[in-house]
Each structure stands twice: as C-alpha cells, then as structure tokens.
C-alpha cells in the first residue's frame, strides 16, 4: 500500500478510491506529546531493511493517531 496524492480544483469533478479500514479494538500504539510509542514488535525482513506486510496495521495506527 502506497500513498497518492489528490489534487482537487475548482469546477472539476475528481473520482477517487479510498480504503478505510475499522479501529482496532486493542490499541498497539500510545501517543504523548513527547513520542509516539509502538507496543509491539514491528516485523522486518531477515537481514534486510525491508518491511513486511504484517507492519502495514501496525504502521497504519501510528499514521491515525498522529
């Protein structure tokens, strides 16, 4: 999943697709004024830099609650 940026003008009509997804019932993150802190374990590729899909819900609720 990617972002995409969407440009609206006046007096055109724009179409676009969005995927919203319900709010978790256990919360995985916390948020203070401080930090932004992550309760569980974010999942990486072994020996690679690259996430994996498994990190998108986690990563999802930071991009919420910020």
Known sequence: ???????????VKTAEVFLLKPE???????LTKEKIEIKSTIPFEFNKA?????ASFILDEVVIRC
């Open 1 to 11: 999943m990617s972002g995409k940026n969407v440009v609206v003008e006046v007096g």
């Open 24 to 30: 978790p019932k256990k919360r995985l993150t916390s």
């Open 50 to 54: 690259r996430l994996l899909s498994a």
